[in-house]
């Protein structure tokens, strides 16, 4: 080996040591999630390094979230620790869009951006941490830089919303609906896929109405005509050699359609339908147009032509005006419905919300007591529902290899918000891999299995 200089590896490295370095901080939804994936992945298009820490960064930025109260203190308290920590932060996202109470909370911010706002993000850094005069384009993955594993990955198929729920203020950060056109999702998906993820998990605020603001104009991949609507975008992604995920699916009548994709097996049959009550009276109140009578005769008619559908959805209890009755009518909704995975909050007033104006707010403590209720009688409806799985056979895809332990999810199981199929033992296996299990018993949230080795 030589001990001779070399004045090339010497200027490379000296290169890589200059690279600036931005630090990240990425709070809130999948959505959010996505944001910060394709900002992560124009720094490194530039050539900008990514620190993991504050002490390697020369810039941190923050993506915030600001749905509810709680989201806007941990956005706040991470701005202040970053500051604390660095001094040199550039704030991003859905708190973005309240600029002003940013920069009262914390004057030394360098910069403040609104949701995917990702030209005005890329301005900010290059005003303060200026781009490398020789981009390392190289070091850019085909699929972009992701914040989740490798065999996963959420894909953004639209922006904003046009539902003005009461609860709600997204609108008012993130706009009214702006659909991608369905060429651009389906490369993107296809680069997902071909760079070996696994599972496609499909956001926007209301996925079902996908492709309404372009009049579902038609767009064009691989040379093929699509409608950009979501039953096209999902028996499309459905041809792609990976699992197809729905999240925030808006109860319209043409997602009727999309539950016969899910039993001919082109997407997963599972639906993340966000109801938030049941109650006439309450849903009015929230703005939101969903009967629960109609709810229950079209999961009836669901689940006859797709037995193997999975429903997970949400809930707000202790709505402004919300009596015992509506409570009541809730819970026997849950047992009626009979829905797989629910999540349920106590309302919060956000900041700028139309429902904070409403009449006879719920007491704190009554709430609360409401809440434990709630989760009580649908904590039974999910015992129940993973019981009546032992027994089962599922494919299952493999999230992490553990020396004593193999964690996985069925097609009923979302990451990150459901539960996992756990199998037991050291087995020679890879995240992203796909296996048969045998179901064996069953906890409060997870599955047991064993392998199916034939």
Request: with cysteine; net charge negative; glycine share 8%.
């Amino acid at each position: 080996m030589s001990n001779r200089p070399n004045p090339a590896s010497d200027a490379a490295a000296s290169a890589l040591e200059r690279i600036p370095q931005v630090g990240f901080v990425s709070l809130g939804c999948p959505k959010a999630t996505v944001d910060s994936e394709r900002i992560l992945t124009q720094l490194r298009a530039e050539g900008y390094g990514i620190s993991p820490d504050y002490d390697g960064a020369d810039l941190v930025v923050v993506n915030t979230c600001g749905f509810i109260d709680a989201a806007v203190d941990e956005s706040l308290a991470a701005i202040g620790e970053a500051l604390d920590q660095h001094g040199r932060v550039i704030v991003t996202g859905c708190l973005g869009a309240r600029a002003e109470l940013i920069r009262e909370a914390h004057p030394r911010v360098l910069g403040v951006t609104g949701p995917h706002a990702y030209d005005a993000v890329m301005d900010a850094v290059h005003r303060n941490l200026p781009r490398p005069s020789h981009p390392f384009t190289s070091l850019l993955p085909a699929s972009g830089v992701k914040l989740t594993p490798a065999h996963y990955a959420y894909v953004k198929i639209a922006e904003g919303c046009n539902h003005r729920c009461s609860f709600c203020i997204i609108p008012s950060m993130r706009g009214d609906l702006v659909s991608r056109p369905i060429g651009a999702v389906m490369a993107e998906a296809e680069r997902l896929a071909d760079g070996g993820v696994r599972e496609l998990l499909i956001i926007s605020q209301d996925t079902s109405a996908y492709g309404l603001d372009l009049k579902y104009r038609t767009d064009f991949w691989q040379g093929r005509p699509l409608r950009t609507d979501i039953e096209t975008l999902a028996r499309t992604l459905g041809e792609l050699p990976a699992w197809v995920r729905l999240h925030y699916v808006y109860p319209y009548p043409h997602v009727d359609r999309l539950v016969p994709l899910m039993a001919d097996g082109l997407i997963l049959p599972y639906l993340d339908m966000p109801l938030q009550h049941a109650s006439p009276a309450v849903l009015k109140a929230m703005r939101r147009p969903a009967a629960a009578e109609k709810v229950l005769e079209r999961l009836a008619s669901w689940r006859r032509i797709c037995p193997e559908l999975v429903m997970r959805s949400t809930f707000i209890v202790g709505f402004p005006g919300e009596t015992e009755a509506d409570f009541e009518a809730l819970l026997a909704f849950l047992q009626a419905a009979q829905l797989d995975r629910v999540g349920c909050f106590a309302y919060s007033p956000v900041a700028g919300a139309a429902a904070n104006a409403l009449p006879s707010p719920v007491p704190e403590p009554v709430k609360e007591e409401r809440l434990e209720r709630f989760m009580a009688v649908q904590a039974e409806i999910s015992r129940a529902k993973l019981a009546g799985r032992i027994g089962q056979r599922l494919t299952v895809l493999v999230d992490e290899v553990l020396e004593d332990q193999v964690v996985a999810r069925s097609h009923a199981d979302a990451p990150e918000i459901d539960g996992s199929v756990i199998i037991h033992g050291a087995w020679e296996l890879s995240p992203g891999d796909f296996i048969e299990v045998d179901v064996t018993a069953s906890l409060e949230h997870d599955l047991i299995g064993e392998p199916v080795c034939e």
